[in-house]
């Protein structure tokens, strides 16, 4: 008389099983249990003896079962292997490393150039800071010669003795010396903010 054919299973349906099963039989106990409480000890203790009982019933059937093409009369303990195939390792995937490294190598030198900026950012913000100084301090003044914008203004000739293109070249020249003058206090407050930033970085 050949044996009778054992059932064939994959860990997951054999995990499912285990954990129906459980799950019924729990919920069948339930209805007989006085009261919910968790820490109740006889409700404590029933509860073992039934996860106890489904452990057993399981290990008994094993001998009838074949999980993942293995036979599980073969293991010691059949909730022992359900437990230990959920392991899963991932093969060394060489591709995902080398990317890995070269993330790592960014990193580096990513590192590289912030150590290099925190030495030379404040020497860099100091020369700006000094030259805008400059400059803003400049507009409107007289130059070497004693020249302020008033005295060339004051030394024009007539508007009737000067050409059209010559008119142009004023009317553009004076709209010019107009914004100029008019971005005076933007560029005043971007001076003391680029200070601030001057004093924080220095600190560094």
């Keep these: 008389m050949p044996p009778p054919e054992k059932l064939h ?24 249990l006085p009261g919910n409480d968790p820490t109740d000890p006889l409700i404590l203790r029933v509860r073992q003896l039934v996860s106890d009982f489904v452990t057993e019933t ?7 079962l074949v999980v993942d093409g293995v036979e599980m009369g073969h293991v010691t303990s059949i909730d022992s292997h359900l437990r230990e195939s959920t392991e899963h390792i991932e093969p060394f995937d060489m591709a995902l490393a080398e990317e890995l490294r ?17 030495k030379n950012v404040p020497h860099v913000i100091a020369e700006l800071y000094k030259q805008a100084e400059f ?31 010559e008119k142009e070249t004023l009317k553009q020249s004076l709209r010019e010396i107009k914004r100029l003058r008019g971005a005076v206090p933007e560029t005043q407050t971007r001076l003391e903010e680029l200070g601030k930033v001057k004093e924080v970085i220095g600190g560094l």
């Design 102 to 118: 070269k993330v790592y190598a960014e990193v580096d030198e990513t590192t590289v150039k912030l150590s290099e900026m925190r």
């Design 9 to 32: 299973l994959t860990a997951q349906d054999a995990r499912y099983l285990r954990d129906e099963f459980a799950s019924a039989v729990e919920q069948k106990t339930s209805l007989h």
């Design 58 to 64: 399981m290990q008994l059937s094993r001998h009838a």
């Design 135 to 165: 400059d803003c301090g400049n507009i409107g003044a007289s130059t070497e010669e004693g020249t302020t914008l008033e005295s060339v203004l004051e030394e024009l000739p007539p508007a009737q003795e000067l050409s059209e293109e």
